[in-house]
């Protein structure tokens, strides 16, 4: 089905051809026939009042336009008279507008002799419709259709299986004919694979649509099909530019930023269930904006500075650099959590709001901390510190 590139109607064509792809006639022997299926429908969710329609075939398609023949589905709605060799008006039988919302209509133009020109030949459509919001006014687009060289086949793009676990590779095949170009294209890369029918991919990470390409070159033309298949991925790794999360964030498993500068801002509440690996090198830093929870036996490794300005709770927190907090809970049971200062160059400052309450510089683990009245911090035992 070939459908325009760029909409300017209000409702949406496409065409099928018969045969498909297209293929232009040999020199010598018998000439193709084809058939043409524009099929009208109304993608909006608004309808559409469709007063008239005119299409125009030609003659870079066929050098017999007078033999066309033509036919309407449902026939009792629509009328089609030939304006002119390759011209059909196609209006209401009613003679009134008829409304268009989720049915969609189907016209039919066959017995097209095809010449033997190889090539792209443009369909042309005149839209006279309306909606409530857009007026009554003539509408133009083309559908271009593409005529390939007698013999000409390509088609069967398909996946061996169509799901496949993180890191396995797929097999692809098609059925094409020994006239075309073929180059495959996925993710960023592409590749030639015009002397096979069968191709294995790289190991995949994630979803993937693979486009399979067939360049024909003829009569100084050059015509181009392509073709589509989509691969799941079980369980992918994510991978984008930006990632922006506004609600609730569960992380089942470890969390790592991938560059040595990366940072990590939490404006709202994440929930690391795991553990969470944030930074790893000296130029790293973690701001944490709203709360952050760290449970269920979880730990929080820290390889850069860590600034949290409200409640942070933890199981296990270990600071290979400064941490300032302002608020601290530790959500462990007793004994079974504790809070580690790696080198001696290091520091773990406790603070609520301007006011240092505790500073630990060196390495050493706090073993527990009691609170009083308005969080004030009445008792702290280190080893080690």
């Known amino acids: 089905m070939k459908a325009p590139d760029l909409k300017s109607t209000l409702l949406d064509y496409a065409i099928n051809t018969t045969p498909d792809p297209l293929q232009a006639s040999p020199q010598n022997g018998n000439p ?39 036919n309407a589905d449902p026939q009792r709605v629509w009328s089609i008279t030939p304006a002119s060799p390759g011209v059909f008006n196609i209006t209401p039988v009613s003679g009134k507008p008829v409304t268009i919302t989720t049915e969609g209509i189907v016209f039919q133009f066959f017995n097209i002799r095809v010449n033997e020109q190889v090539g792209t030949v443009q369909i042309g459509i005149t839209e006279l419709a309306a909606t409530d919001e857009a007026g009554l006014k003539d509408r133009n687009l083309d559908i271009p259709l593409t005529k390939f060289p007698y013999g000409f086949f ?23 004919s020994n006239q075309a170009k073929y180059i495959m294209y996925y993710n960023d890369k592409e590749e030639d694979v015009t002397n096979v029918r069968k191709w294995t991919s790289p190991p995949l990470t994630g979803d993937i649509t693979f486009l399979l390409r067939a360049v024909v070159f003829s009569q100084g033309e050059t015509v181009v099909k392509d073709l589509t298949t989509t691969v799941i991925v079980a369980n992918p790794q994510i991978y984008a530019s930006s990632l922006q999360v506004n609600g609730l964030t569960n992380l089942m498993g470890g969390v790592k930023l991938g560059t040595p500068t990366a940072s990590l801002t ?4 994440s929930n690391l269930i795991g553990g969470a690996v944030l930074g790893k090198d000296i130029n790293s830093r973690t701001t944490v904006k709203g709360s952050l929870d760290i449970g269920s036996n979880g730990s929080l490794n820290v ?56 500073m630990l510089s060196g390495q050493g683990v706090i073993t527990s901390m009691t609170y009083g009245p308005d969080n004030k911090l009445l008792k702290t035992q280190v080893l080690n510190g």
């Open 32 to 70: 193709v026939y084809a058939a043409l299926v524009l099929v009208v429908s109304n993608g909006s969710d608004r309808a559409i009042s469709l007063e008239s329609l005119r299409v125009t075939i030609p003659p870079e398609l066929t050098d017999h336009l007078g033999s066309i023949l033509y």
């Open 154 to 176: 390509f088609s069967n793009f398909t996946p061996q299986i169509p799901l496949v676990q993180e890191d396995q590779t797929v097999t692809l095949t098609w059925e094409g």
């Open 266 to 269: 939490v404006l709202g509440l």
């Open 303 to 358: 390889y850069g500075p860590f600034y949290s300005s409200v409640m942070a709770k933890f199981d296990s927190l270990t600071v290979s650099r400064t941490a300032y907090i302002n608020d601290l809970r530790i959500t462990g049971r007793s004994g079974n959590w504790n809070i580690v200062v790696n080198t001696e160059d290091d520091a773990l400052v406790f603070s609520f709001g301007d006011k240092p309450l505790l």
